[in-house]
């Protein structure tokens, strides 16, 4: 029966993929076949997103009939049968969209309904930021665009749906930090994975067609040699604007290897005081020494050999420290970004904050992987300046004194918008991480 009910929401898709072949535009033809899909899973935040996107295509529908109108009209041709048919297609369009708000529609797709706001906003966040790129940048940067031109629309709509998904998970605060380092450490693979095909010769996995240094600190030191190719600084610098240091505990490739290395000790230690003023010390060396090559006219290969050593040296630092202090050594002593990203975070509204009742347990220390949360920090009832708002202090706290905060918002509120732009973010990262 609700195959019946879901007919018009079906037929809709249908018609708007024979839209687009006309317009012999494949990967919108498959995209929108797909699309009823996503009606196999009963979540509430599938039904609000087809309703949203049905409500885009009663608009192209409209659209097209007002051009096809306006041609047809200047060459003295008949119109009025083509804008009943079209009106006819805009009409059920329209009433498909509705559907969902139907009873036995609005039943069936319940589940998880006190995440779909925040699955759908994911979703659509998502889309939106692919959707951009791949409407206004000229070179082929999502993947199945650069395999098939025109499937880079079939990989904008997995990963706008793999958003919803993940947010959906995060959202559980029980689940919030084991999914982090899930997907966090998935990013990294498929990051690593792009790079080793790349390297073998499959010159579509390195995007531009050229290799470039995978290690954070290239992330500033390579602009700066080079002169030129700013992608992954302005992609780093729009992260950060929007959500703070997490860069560091969502989308660092590197970053997941120190995650992992910190974790075999239950407990972190507290790191030594000067390791502030050293990451600052490494920040300014490593600016002065990519002007210094550049002034000296240094070749690029060379300048990759030291790049690399530079590299090498941050493995050691997560093999050797790491995995003995169980503290991401690499991530807040070793690495220049993650105090470019601490500073620049500072543009964020979101915070971590403790709240004054805190009986001072120290449990949330244990969390902590960034020692950002010392005793110190703890009576101070805020982090210090190398948390990356990863979140996971605020599922250990059983109490619930950690939260999220923005000026304005509830706390529960906070956190569920920094999920889904955290959570988007990583989405459209893995379709634009550059090598």
């Not at 380092?181 to 790349?198: D, E, N, P, Y």
């Not at 790191?271 to 240094?298: D, E, K």
């Not at 970004?337 to 347990?361: H, M, Y």
């Amino acid at each position: 029966m609700n195959l019946v009910r879901l007919l018009p929401v079906i037929i809709s898709f249908v018609l708007l993929s024979a839209h687009f072949l006309r317009a012999s535009n494949i990967g919108l033809v498959v995209t929108c076949a797909t699309l009823p899909l996503l009606l196999l899973a009963r979540r509430r935040w599938i039904a609000l997103a087809l309703q949203v996107l049905l409500a885009a295509a009663v608009l192209v529908w409209i659209s097209t009939t007002i051009s096809i109108v306006a041609a047809r009209n200047a060459n003295g041709q008949p119109w009025l049968r083509l804008v009943l048919i079209l009106g006819s297609i805009t009409a059920l369009t329209a009433a498909a969209s509705l559907s969902f708000n139907l009873g036995e529609l609005r039943r069936y797709y319940r589940e998880a309904h006190q995440s779909a706001l925040a699955s759908l906003s994911a979703f659509l966040l998502t889309g939106f930021l692919l959707a951009f790129v791949q409407y206004r940048v000229t070179l082929p940067i999502l993947m199945f665009e650069r395999i098939a031109p025109g499937m880079g629309w079939i990989e904008i709509l997995l990963l706008a749906t793999y958003a919803a998904w993940v947010t959906e998970k995060m959202l559980d605060p029980a689940q919030t930090a084991r999914w982090r380092q899930r997907i966090w450490l998935a990013f990294s693979i498929v990051f690593f994975l792009q790079l080793s095909l790349g390297l073998m010769g499959f010159d579509h996995f390195l995007m531009t067609g050229r290799l470039h240094l995978p290690v954070p600190a290239m992330i500033i030191a390579g602009p700066i040699f080079r002169g030129e190719s700013f992608f992954m600084l302005v992609l780093f610098s729009a992260t950060v604007v929007l959500v703070g240091p997490a860069w560091c505990s969502h989308l660092c490739y590197i970053g997941a290897w120190d995650n992992a290395a910190s974790r075999s000790v239950r407990k972190p230690r507290k790191l030594p005081s000067w390791r502030q003023p050293v990451r600052v010390i490494i920040l300014i060396l490593i600016i002065i020494s990519a002007i210094t090559l550049r002034l000296a006219g240094i070749s690029s290969s060379a300048a990759t050999i030291l790049g690399l050593a530079y590299g090498l040296g941050g493995m050691a630092v997560m093999i050797f420290r790491s995995r003995k202090t169980g503290v991401m050594t690499h991530c807040v002593a070793y690495c220049p970004i993650s105090i470019l990203a601490n500073w620049l975070g500072k543009l964020s509204p979101f915070r971590i904050r403790i709240k004054d009742d805190c009986t001072e347990c120290g449990i949330c220390r244990l969390s902590c992987r960034y020692d950002a949360l010392n005793m110190s920090d703890i009576k101070k009832r805020k982090p210090n300046s190398s948390c990356s708002l990863c979140g996971d202090c605020i599922a250990c706290c059983s109490d619930g004194w950690i939260e999220y905060r923005f000026r304005g918002l509830k706390p529960k509120t906070a956190r569920a918008i920094f999920i889904v732009l955290a959570v988007s973010l990583h989405a459209a990262c893995l379709g634009l991480a550059r090598i």
